[in-house]
């Protein structure tokens, strides 16, 4: 059963043109970058309300983060 589909993905994949793969690329990379900058101020957000917010925000960021 591999054996047929891989074969058939390498015959798909051989096929793709160039333009083709880089926007693939490209889209997975800026997916990428948006994910991480996600990250990165939900941490900063929770870093600065750490002090002061309630449990419940801190429950809701927390959920929120997971949900990605």
């Given at each position: ?26 889209a997975a990379r800026q997916a ?37």
């Amino acid at each position: 059963m591999l054996t047929p589909l891989l074969a058939l993905w390498a015959v798909s994949t051989a096929q793709m043109p160039d333009t083709t793969a880089r926007v693939r690329h490209g889209a997975a990379r800026q997916a990428l970058n948006d994910s991480i900058a996600a990250v990165q101020a939900a941490a900063v957000a929770f870093r600065v309300d750490l002090g002061t917010a309630s449990s419940d925000l801190v429950l809701a960021r927390a959920r929120r983060l997971r949900e990605r």
